[in-house]
Protein backbone atom coordinates (compact mmCIF):
# COMPACT_ATOMS: atom_id res chain seq x y z
CA UNK A 1 0.00 0.00 0.00
CA UNK A 2 1.28 3.37 -1.05
CA UNK A 3 0.18 7.03 0.07
CA UNK A 4 0.83 10.26 -1.47
CA UNK A 5 -0.23 13.88 -0.42
CA UNK A 6 -0.86 16.54 -2.42
CA UNK A 7 -1.79 20.11 -2.28
CA UNK A 8 -0.94 23.41 -2.06
CA UNK A 9 2.87 23.73 0.23
CA UNK A 10 1.68 27.62 0.90
CA UNK A 11 -1.48 29.12 2.58
CA UNK A 12 -2.41 32.48 3.56
CA UNK A 13 -3.76 33.30 6.58
CA UNK A 14 -8.15 32.57 7.68
CA UNK A 15 -8.33 30.76 4.25
CA UNK A 16 -9.07 27.06 3.84
CA UNK A 17 -5.97 24.45 3.74
CA UNK A 18 -6.87 21.73 1.38
CA UNK A 19 -4.80 18.34 0.67
CA UNK A 20 -5.13 15.16 -1.33
CA UNK A 21 -4.03 11.52 -0.17
CA UNK A 22 -3.98 8.86 -2.92
CA UNK A 23 -3.68 5.46 -2.08
CA UNK A 24 -2.49 2.70 -3.92
CA UNK A 25 -2.17 -0.95 -3.78
CA UNK A 26 -5.38 -1.30 -1.47
CA UNK A 27 -9.17 0.29 -1.49
CA UNK A 28 -10.08 2.95 1.03
CA UNK A 29 -13.04 0.69 1.61
CA UNK A 30 -11.54 -2.42 2.67
CA UNK A 31 -12.88 -3.24 5.50
CA UNK A 32 -10.97 -2.44 9.16
CA UNK A 33 -8.69 0.44 8.34
CA UNK A 34 -9.07 4.13 8.77
CA UNK A 35 -7.62 6.36 6.57
CA UNK A 36 -6.08 9.37 8.48
CA UNK A 37 -4.59 12.69 8.95
CA UNK A 38 -1.34 13.39 11.34
CA UNK A 39 0.65 16.52 11.46
CA UNK A 40 3.70 17.54 13.10
CA UNK A 41 4.48 21.13 13.55
CA UNK A 42 7.82 22.41 13.54
CA UNK A 43 9.64 21.10 16.68
CA UNK A 44 6.68 19.45 18.01
CA UNK A 45 5.44 16.06 18.31
CA UNK A 46 2.76 14.06 15.88
CA UNK A 47 -1.10 15.39 16.12
CA UNK A 48 -3.95 13.34 14.88
CA UNK A 49 -6.30 15.18 12.82
CA UNK A 50 -9.06 12.86 12.50
CA UNK A 51 -10.07 10.27 10.07
CA UNK A 52 -12.33 8.81 7.52
CA UNK A 53 -12.72 4.93 7.74
CA UNK A 54 -13.92 2.54 5.63
CA UNK A 55 -17.52 3.03 5.93
CA UNK A 56 -17.45 6.47 5.06
CA UNK A 57 -17.65 7.84 8.90
CA UNK A 58 -15.77 10.29 9.99
CA UNK A 59 -13.64 11.37 13.44
CA UNK A 60 -12.38 14.32 14.18
CA UNK A 61 -9.82 15.54 16.82
CA UNK A 62 -11.94 17.80 19.38
CA UNK A 63 -9.07 20.58 19.13
CA UNK A 64 -9.57 20.81 15.69
CA UNK A 65 -12.97 19.92 15.04
CA UNK A 66 -14.91 22.93 14.39
CA UNK A 67 -12.29 23.74 11.65
CA UNK A 68 -12.03 20.28 10.15
CA UNK A 69 -13.52 18.15 7.01
CA UNK A 70 -12.09 14.80 5.50
CA UNK A 71 -14.03 13.14 2.45
CA UNK A 72 -13.50 10.57 0.18
CA UNK A 73 -13.65 9.53 -3.44
CA UNK A 74 -13.90 6.29 -3.58
CA UNK A 75 -13.60 6.01 -7.42
CA UNK A 76 -10.76 7.51 -7.40
CA UNK A 77 -9.62 5.79 -4.33
CA UNK A 78 -8.38 9.21 -2.94
CA UNK A 79 -9.40 11.07 0.57
CA UNK A 80 -9.48 14.64 1.46
CA UNK A 81 -8.57 16.98 4.47
CA UNK A 82 -10.21 20.95 4.54
CA UNK A 83 -8.74 22.83 7.45
CA UNK A 84 -10.58 26.27 7.82
CA UNK A 85 -9.71 29.61 8.87
CA UNK A 86 -5.72 28.37 9.06
CA UNK A 87 -3.71 30.64 11.41
CA UNK A 88 0.18 30.26 11.42
CA UNK A 89 -0.06 28.07 13.80
CA UNK A 90 -1.45 25.41 11.60
CA UNK A 91 1.84 25.21 9.59
CA UNK A 92 3.59 22.10 10.05
CA UNK A 93 4.45 18.65 7.85
CA UNK A 94 0.83 17.19 7.12
CA UNK A 95 1.15 12.94 6.52
CA UNK A 96 -1.73 10.54 5.56
CA UNK A 97 -1.43 7.09 6.94
CA UNK A 98 -3.63 4.38 7.30
CA UNK A 99 -4.55 2.76 10.55
CA UNK A 100 -4.91 -0.52 11.45
CA UNK A 101 -6.19 -2.69 14.44
CA UNK A 102 -3.11 -1.27 16.73
CA UNK A 103 -0.95 1.08 14.49
CA UNK A 104 -0.21 3.26 11.83
CA UNK A 105 0.70 0.83 9.21
CA UNK A 106 1.16 3.09 6.24
CA UNK A 107 2.60 6.19 5.97
CA UNK A 108 2.53 9.02 3.13
CA UNK A 109 5.74 10.56 2.58
CA UNK A 110 4.25 13.96 3.97
CA UNK A 111 3.67 17.16 3.13
CA UNK A 112 5.26 21.00 4.16
CA UNK A 113 2.26 23.57 5.02
CA UNK A 114 3.18 26.82 5.39
CA UNK A 115 0.63 29.58 6.61
CA UNK A 116 2.05 32.73 6.04
CA UNK A 117 1.08 35.62 4.07
Known amino acids: VQLQESGPGLVKPSQTLSLTCTVS??????????WSWIRQPPGKGLESIGYIRDSGSTYYSPSLKSRTSISRDTSANQFSLQLSSVTPEDTAVYYC??????????WGQGTQVIVAS
Open 97 to 106: ARLGQDSYDY
Open 25 to 34: GGSITTNGYY
